[in-house]
């Protein structure tokens, strides 16, 4: 995260622009744009009434809490299509409006649209209609069966208008279409029906022939005569057979010739007849007279004899008695026989007539199989005929009833203030993306940057130890009434000779900390010859040469600054020389080296070898054995030689003269040289086995957040042991230099 936030502090100009920009574009594009009103409806879809589909049979209620879930999404498929959005256009003449691509005032080009036609191959229809569908926008609430209905317009009024058309053509698109798939459905039924009616015609009249043919006079064959009669015969066959069986035994009891049997039988015989209840009384009053007179007869004789006159007479009378008791039992057993031969004679002639009608029966079946074939028949036509004619009065009931499942919910209002543009959301967005556009560009160009902005970074890209960094300028502290400014070297102030007119400065501190790393990190002695040297020009090498010179000579060494930079010599110019003769002129053979060379006014102990004058050939001379030869007089006779070369990537005047120094500092410019260059130089010194001790970090502005770590320690508690004295123009006793080769 802080690293993020480095990258976002070192960018923020990025971000705040990118912000800035896109926040005003759309902030302008928003209040430039034409207002669009949203305006909207809905409606809801029941479910199916199913007594509105099946009149006939009203128990299938139970199935219409079944619904397909695809329903809805059909519907709103259809509330999008082209047929209704014509219909629309048609109805509200939006093909004149402006923004449909018409004109009012123009004679009207309208469309010939047809609400049942749709001509695709038409241009102006496609583009109306891409235009309509573009600007609507069908949605099914979730978990409901409401769907809502938008439509978006620069015209408030017109958008209402058309939701609510919409509406209603859609409600009465579905009615349609429900009654005409009904009449349609009714068409085959009607033709179906005549040629029913025909069959169960047809059927009848067969059925009816052939009962007459057969005699068949009953309705049906459980209620034919013929049928009937042979029950009633079979009934009265029964009847008379236990009526004839009665009389058989009761025929056979009188025969026996006992009284008092033949008097039971004839008493049992006739007690519901009539006509013989008198001789059944009769005969029950002669034996109890005989039994009377038995009991007399019995009593005189016991007690006179039966020689009694008396006796004698009850005995005549019980024979006159008795004698009549013989007549009448005569009678009933004459009597007996006559029914018992009347049951026979009934019995015998219902066998007949029942055999006869057996005969009937069984022909009557035969003719049954054909009956039952033909009536069933009928019956089959009959339930055909009435089913589909019961159907088709229901059809023509359901086509007749102004119906459907489709209600509004809410009528479109027009809308009062626009939906587009949303100034509010789309200002939110443009900060959204003006700052993501932002960050996201400060991180791609930190990704892309090239350059060596840290020593970090210069020590893991070159494999090189790092010797330091030089700050590009000093933040100064601040006080109760002011605050200074910081010092930068492009800013036109002096930085060559900072380490002398500003030796408490934080600059004159970092060239003081290479100085410190140069002759500590050496083995052995401290080196004598220092090549200063850079990947590429403007890197600021002569700056650091001649400030690199002046440190060693302030702790009181002899040093010696050699500018070998022979084709653009600076050096002169920065420490107020004129044109004078130098090295090149040694090497030349022209000069002497005690002719060159030049004490500095700055310090006692620095001396000066200029470039002298430029060459045609500075490479060949600085690689010749005189170069070789000077150095080594030069050894002997200062402490320390800091030599300043061109750069190592444009010329190869470095690469020479490194092979000859006791160690080489490698200058970059934080931020200017590319990790490229930094390998290339790096590579090209490590070939010819120079000794490079190490890469030196220039111009490093303390300021960006590539270095907050360094104020946390060096700036935050280090600030009280620096003391940045500002030059003034009007010091007379200053050198005047310049800043071109910083």
């Known amino acids: 995260m802080r690293e993020y936030l480095r990258v976002l502090i070192k960018r923020k100009w990025v971000v705040i622009a990118s912000l800035t920009l896109i926040f005003g574009v759309v902030a302008i594009a928003t209040l430039r744009a034409t207002r669009i009103y949203d305006a909207g409806g809905s409606i809801a879809i029941s479910k199916t009434d199913p007594a509105m589909l099946n009149l006939n049979n009203p128990s299938n209620g139970g199935g219409a809490d079944y619904s397909d879930p695809t329903d809805l999404d059909t ?9 209704l959005a014509l219909q629309v256009i048609k109805q509200l ?35 109306l209609l891409e235009a309509f569908k573009g600007n609507l926008r069908v949605t099914l609430r979730p978990n409901t069966r409401v769907i809502d209905i938008h439509y978006k317009s620069s015209d408030p009024d017109l958008a209402a208008r058309v939701v609510n058309t919409l509406i209603h053509t859609y409600i009465e698109q579905n009615f349609k279409t429900r009654f005409e798939s009904t009449m349609q459905a009714s068409d085959w039924p009607s033709k179906q029906l005549v040629d029913l009616q025909m069959k169960v015609e047809t059927s009848q ?6 009962q007459k043919e057969h005699e068949i006079l009953g309705i049906d064959e459980k209620q034919n005569i013929i049928t009937s009669k042979l029950d009633e015969l079979n009934k009265e066959l029964t009847a008379a057979e236990s009526e004839r069986m009665e009389k058989e035994s009761i025929y056979r009891l009188v025969q026996s010739g006992d009284p008092d049997t033949a008097a039971a039988a004839a008493v049992g015989s006739t007690a519901g007849a009539g006509r013989t209840s008198s001789t059944s009384s009769l005969l029950e009053k ?19 004899g039966p020689s009694y006159p008396k006796v004698a007479q009850l005995n005549s009378q019980l024979k006159e008695v008795e004698a009549q008791i013989q007549i009448e039992m005569t009678k009933v057993v004459s009597r007996v026989r006559s029914d018992y ?32 074939l033909l009536r069933r028949d009928l019956e089959t036509n009959r339930t055909l005929y009435e089913g589909l004619l019961e159907k088709l009065k229901e059809a023509g009931v359901t086509a007749g009833l102004r119906s459907t499942n489709i209600r509004p919910v809410d009528e479109a209002r027009v809308p009062t203030a626009p939906a587009d543009p949303n100034v509010p959301r789309n200002l939110t967005f443009a900060r959204a993306l003006g700052l993501t556009t932002g960050i996201g560009l400060a991180f791609l160009l930190e990704g892309v940057d090239n350059t060596v902005r840290t020593p970090e970074q210069a020590q893991v890209i070159s494999a090189l130890p790092s010797l330091g960094m030089i700050p590009l300028g000093s933040r100064i502290g601040t006080d109760s009434s002011t605050k200074r400014s910081l010092l930068v070297a492009s800013s036109r102030e002096v930085v060559e000779l ?18 410190t790393s140069l002759l500590l990190t050496s083995l052995g002695a401290p ?4 090549l200063v040297t850079s990947a590429l020009p403007q890197e600021g090498k002569t700056t650091t040469s001649i400030n690199t010179a002046i440190v060693l000579a302030q702790k009181g060494t002899r040093v010696l600054l050699i500018d070998a930079d022979l084709r653009r010599p600076t050096i002169h110019k920065t420490l107020g020389m004129g044109p004078k003769t130098g090295l090149s002129n040694v090497l030349t053979g022209n000069a002497t080296l005690q002719q060159t060379m030049v004490r500095s006014t700055i310090l006692p ?25 000077v150095l080594a007089k030069l050894r002997e006779q200062y402490d320390h030689i800091v030599v300043d070369t061109p750069p190592t990537l444009s010329v190869t005047d470095a690469v020479v003269m490194s092979t000859r120094a006791d160690a080489v500092v490698l200058v970059i410019r934080c931020g200017q040289t590319t990790k490229q260059a930094l390998r290339r130089a790096r590579d090209i010194l490590v070939q010819v086995n120079a000794r490079v001790s190490g890469v030196l970090l220039n111009a490093v502005d303390l300021a960006s957040p590539d270095y907050y770590y360094y104020y946390e320690y060096q700036g935050k508690y280090g600030h009280g042991y620096y003391q940045e004295d500002e030059l003034t123009s009007g010091n007379e006793s200053e050198p005047k230099v310049t800043s071109s080769s910083a």
């Open 286 to 304: 002669l034996r109890e007279q005989q039994a009377d007179l038995k009991i007399q007869v019995a009593q005189l004789g016991t007690q006179f």
């Open 93 to 127: 003449n939006l093909d004149k409006q402006p923004e449909f691509g018409g004109s009012e005032e123009a004679p009207s080009q309208s469309l010939e649209l047809t609400t049942d036609v749709i001509q695709p191959d038409s241009a102006k229809t496609t583009a």
């Open 205 to 210: 009249e067969k059925l009816v022939q052939y």
């Open 527 to 530: 080196p004598k010859v220092i």
């Open 341 to 372: 031969l009347a049951s026979l004679q009934r019995e015998n002639m219902l066998h007949a007539a029942m055999d006869k009608q057996k005969q009937e029966a069984n022909r009557l079946n035969e003719s049954a199989i054909e009956y039952s």
């Open 75 to 83: 519907e709103v498929s259809i509330l999008r299509s082209d047929l």
């Open 605 to 629: 102990s620095l001396w000066v070898l200029p470039a002298g004058t430029p060459p045609p050939n500075p490479a060949e001379l600085l690689a010749s054995t005189n170069m070789r030869d």
């Open 498 to 515: 900072v380490t002398q007119w500003r030796p408490q400065s934080q600059m004159a501190e970092a060239y003081r900390a290479l100085r």
